[in-house]
């Protein structure tokens, strides 16, 4: 008999012929299976109806310990509270190794923040300020599984803390924001409205729970799309398709007298005008984005960048206790001297200028760059 009918008879039931069909055994423990079915059978009709008595009820705290989950509309969400500023040091600690110190991912680990406007791209940027459509998604996800490898293990102070400072990454909140339960409930990502209920059931499956058709097929089949991103198409039969990747489309040239947008925007007739008040004040709305690293004002001195009273006009690699990376150094040996110009060239792309730079920053626009430059140029050299 085959196994399954055997598995048909026992699931109708038929104890003892299911047990003795049991190939491989010997006559005795054929014998001893039927007894210990036919004890079961005889059992089985009270024994449903009754506790099994199997394990015990959870207690309240083997519970809570796994109600930890947090609602879209912050439901879950526990008491406690942190600032944006407490949460820098936290990430600063836990987090940057792997995530950047502004969130811009080191090597293959993910990004955290930008990439708004990216969505609708060929390389979208999926980020918590681009793509996430809830506050409390970062809270939950920051507590159930980070840091990596130690999840778990921040208190929930901590967590609101670091999840107020990744929404102050994306420009989501300003850096006197405090994150607590009442305060996640005014926040709203800008994608929030970039997701629709999962309707497939309704719309979808019908499509696909019929009989499949196997007429009227194509003679011939035709690659009309490329996925170039993944490099998995063939461009043709018989392809050896080991290594293979499918080559880029020409490059685009600009227009003569037009900057191409892969490149920082030039900047030789950029100016510190005192004169622009504006301007300056938009350099300092930007500067909380370079305060992680950076500081600036009275009493400012070193963090993970040097401090940037008087930076202007100040040779590069010269703040006193800094500890400046070689590739720093050899610009300052070369004669680089911080100018607006230049100072603007390395916050659009800090590579572009100092190749090998420890400086990890994804860069500015060329008009924040501009108002950074202004802003730095009217602080006074010692604060």
């Not at 405090?178 to 005014?186: E, F, K, L, P, R």
Request: overall charge negative; glycine content about 10%.
């Amino acid at each position: 008999m085959s196994r399954y009918r055997e598995m048909t008879r026992w699931r109708r039931n038929d104890l003892p012929r299911a047990a003795i069909l049991r190939s491989g055994q010997s006559a005795s423990g054929r014998a001893s299976g039927c007894l210990v079915l036919l004890a079961a059978a005889v059992c089985g009709g009270s024994a449903m109806a009754e506790p099994m008595g199997l394990g015990r009820e959870a207690t309240p705290e083997e519970v809570a310990a796994w109600d930890i989950d947090v609602r879209p509309d912050g439901q879950g969400l526990p008491e406690g509270e942190g600032d944006v500023m407490t949460g820098e040091m936290i990430y600063t600690e836990r987090c940057s190794s792997c995530h950047g110190i502004f969130g811009e991912g080191e090597g293959r680990w993910p990004i955290l923040m930008g990439g708004s406007g990216t969505l609708d791209q060929e390389r979208p940027v999926k980020t918590v300020g681009s793509y996430w459509p809830y506050a409390s998604t970062v809270w939950d996800y920051i507590h159930r599984a980070m840091p990596f490898g130690d999840a778990q293990s921040l208190s929930p102070d901590e967590v609101y803390a670091v999840a107020a400072y990744v929404l102050y990454l994306n420009d989501v909140v300003d850096d006197d924001f405090v994150a607590n339960a009442d305060t996640y409930a005014a926040i709203e990502l800008p994608n929030a409205d970039g997701f629709i209920p999962d309707d497939r059931e309704a719309t979808e499956l019908a499509l696909f729970s019929g009989e499949p058709c196997m007429t009227d097929c194509k003679e011939h089949v035709e690659i009309t799309m490329h996925a170039a991103v993944l490099d998995v198409t063939p461009d043709g039969a018989g392809m050896d398709l080991e290594g293979a990747a499918i080559a880029p489309g020409p490059a685009e040239t600009a227009p003569e007298g037009e900057a191409s947008a892969m490149e920082p925007a030039g900047t030789d007739d950029m100016e510190v005008a005192a004169a622009e008040p504006a301007l300056v004040e938009q350099g300092k709305a930007l500067f909380p984005r370079c305060r992680a690293c950076h500081e600036v004002g009275e009493d400012a001195g070193n963090r993970v960048g040097p401090h940037l009273n008087g930076v202007l006009g100040r040779e590069a690699a010269s703040v006193e206790g800094f500890d400046y990376s070689p590739a720093m150094r050899e610009m300052a040996a070369d004669g680089l001297t911080w100018n607006a110009d230049k100072l603007a060239d390395f916050l659009i792309d800090p590579r572009s200028v100092v190749p090998g730079t420890r400086m990890v920053f994804p860069g500015l626009t060329p008009e924040d760059a501009k108002a950074m430059a202004a802003y730095l140029g009217a602080l006074p050299e010692e604060g």
